[in-house]
């Protein structure tokens, strides 16, 4: 089923049932059938024909820091762009970024560069096409207020520029959100302002997440999306579920709004924590907790 892949891609460049757990921040989820690591944009839009004519199911992964992956693993070719996909460059006020790059990287390089606005990226350890499907953010910032535009490869593998407008962006949300596009970069307008000044807004970022976050356990920060007019972590303290824990999936001691891997969690005692918040939440204050976590399931039909 995969030799066609192995005619494209190197043997270096493919892991073979690569478990997922050395990917992702929470630390869980099986094995790939292959994950592969293209150099270009040229490799993928041959690799996403390959799949499409052999009806290999596939999945793009960033960095990793907003999956959840099951325990049985992932059924098909999982594209891993973090290791490639690299390129940036600034021209004036704006940030032409590949989709593989780290986006705190970036925000430190605009900063150095006197440019605004990717401050609120400090601390998010995500990459820039993670963060465009996720419409990442923080701290009043988020990526819809500086995109001007994102290239994205379609299921057939051909290139579409994206202008703001069309990218139907909202709270934690994308058009790309749909699972048929394969963000390869994006253009970022940015203000000019004082270095120093940009800095000490990260420091301080840097310094509120070290307080509140439970940076030294593998989670995939928020779990929840944030519901309008409620805030997830106090609301969970005031349900007593802060601490709880399933297997060694916990309700973060230090932000309840965060599942902690406390070690050994399988995917599955993620899962069911999950239900177990979202059930209390609806029973006991009528609320729907919605979650931010991408939650992949181990076969997909999407070629
Ligand atoms: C400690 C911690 C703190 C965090 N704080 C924040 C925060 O303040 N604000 C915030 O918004 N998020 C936060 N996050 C969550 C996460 O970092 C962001 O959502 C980030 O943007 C995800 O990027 P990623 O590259 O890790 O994406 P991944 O987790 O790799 O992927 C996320 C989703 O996007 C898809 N995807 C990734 N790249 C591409 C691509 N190029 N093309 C198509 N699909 C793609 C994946 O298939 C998956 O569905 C935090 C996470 C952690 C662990």
Same mark, same amino acid.
Request: proline content about 4%.
């Given at each position: 089923?995969?030799?066609?892949?192995?005619?494209?891609?190197?043997?270096?460049?493919? @892991?073979?049932?690569?478990?997922?757990?050395?990917?992702?921040?929470?630390?869980?989820?099986?094995?790939?059938?292959?994950?592969?690591?293209?150099?270009?944009?040229?490799?993928?839009?041959?690799? &996403?024909? &390959?799949?499409?004519?052999?009806?290999?199911?596939?999945?793009?992964?960033?960095? %990793?820091?907003?999956?959840?992956?099951?325990?049985?693993?992932?059924?098909?070719?999982?594209?891993?762009?973090?290791?490639?996909?690299?390129?940036?460059?600034?021209?004036?006020?704006?940030?032409?970024?590949?989709? +593989?790059?780290?986006?705190?990287?970036?925000?430190?390089?605009?900063? =150095?560069?006197?440019?605004? %606005?990717?401050?609120?990226?400090?601390?998010i350890p995500g990459?820039?096409?993670?963060?465009?499907?996720?419409?990442?953010?923080?701290?009043?910032?988020?990526?819809?207020?500086?995109?001007?535009?994102?290239?994205?490869?379609?299921?057939?593998?051909?290139?579409?520029?994206?202008?703001?407008?069309?990218?139907?962006?909202?709270?934690?949300?994308?058009?790309?959100?749909?699972?048929?596009?394969?963000?390869?970069?994006?253009?970022?307008?940015?203000?000019?302002?004082?270095?120093?000044?940009? /800095?000490?807004?990260?420091?301080?970022?840097?310094?509120?997440? @070290?307080?509140?976050?439970?940076?030294?356990?593998?989670?995939?920060?928020? #779990?929840?999306?944030?519901?309008?007019?409620?805030? &997830? +972590?106090?609301?969970?303290?005031?349900?007593?579920?802060?601490?709880?824990?399933?297997?060694?999936?916990? &309700?973060? #001691?230090?932000? =309840?709004?965060?599942?902690?891997?406390?070690?050994?969690?399988t995917a599955q005692?993620?899962?069911?924590?999950?239900?177990?918040?979202?059930?209390?939440?609806?029973?006991?204050?009528?609320?729907?907790?919605?979650? /931010?976590?991408?939650?992949?399931? /181990? #076969?997909?039909?999407?070629?």
């Amino acid at each position: 089923m995969y030799n066609p892949i192995m005619n494209i891609i190197s043997e270096e460049r493919l @892991r073979w049932q690569e478990p997922l757990s050395l990917h992702t921040s929470f630390k869980v989820g099986g094995p790939a059938d292959v994950m592969v690591f293209p150099q270009s944009i040229a490799e993928i839009q041959q690799l &996403v024909r &390959v799949c499409r004519q052999e009806r290999i199911p596939f999945i793009v992964l960033g960095l %990793g820091s907003n999956v959840l992956f099951p325990d049985r693993g992932f059924r098909g070719v999982v594209i891993k762009l973090g290791q490639a996909l690299k390129g940036w460059h600034i021209s004036g006020n704006e940030i032409n970024a590949e989709a +593989g790059i780290r986006l705190a990287y970036l925000s430190k390089k605009a900063a =150095a560069n006197s440019l605004s %606005g990717l401050e609120f990226a400090e601390g998010i350890p995500g990459s820039v096409g993670g963060a465009v499907i996720m419409n990442a953010g923080a701290y009043n910032g988020e990526m819809s207020q500086i995109l001007s535009s994102v290239s994205a490869l379609d299921r057939q593998g051909d290139l579409h520029t994206f202008q703001l407008e069309e990218m139907a962006f909202s709270y934690r949300s994308s058009i790309f959100q749909s699972g048929e596009w394969i963000v390869v970069s994006a253009l970022m307008k940015l203000s000019s302002g004082k270095r120093d000044e940009i /800095e000490a807004r990260m420091r301080e970022f840097a310094r509120l997440r @070290r307080e509140k976050q439970p940076l030294d356990m593998p989670s995939a920060g928020s #779990t929840f999306k944030r519901p309008s007019g409620v805030y &997830v +972590g106090p609301l969970l303290e005031k349900m007593g579920l802060k601490g709880f824990k399933i297997g060694d999936a916990q &309700v973060s #001691t230090k932000h =309840a709004g965060f599942i902690v891997n406390c070690g050994q969690a399988t995917a599955q005692d993620i899962l069911d924590l999950i239900k177990h918040i979202q059930q209390r939440a609806l029973a006991e204050h009528n609320i729907r907790l919605e979650p /931010e976590v991408r939650i992949i399931s /181990e #076969t997909i039909d999407n070629y």
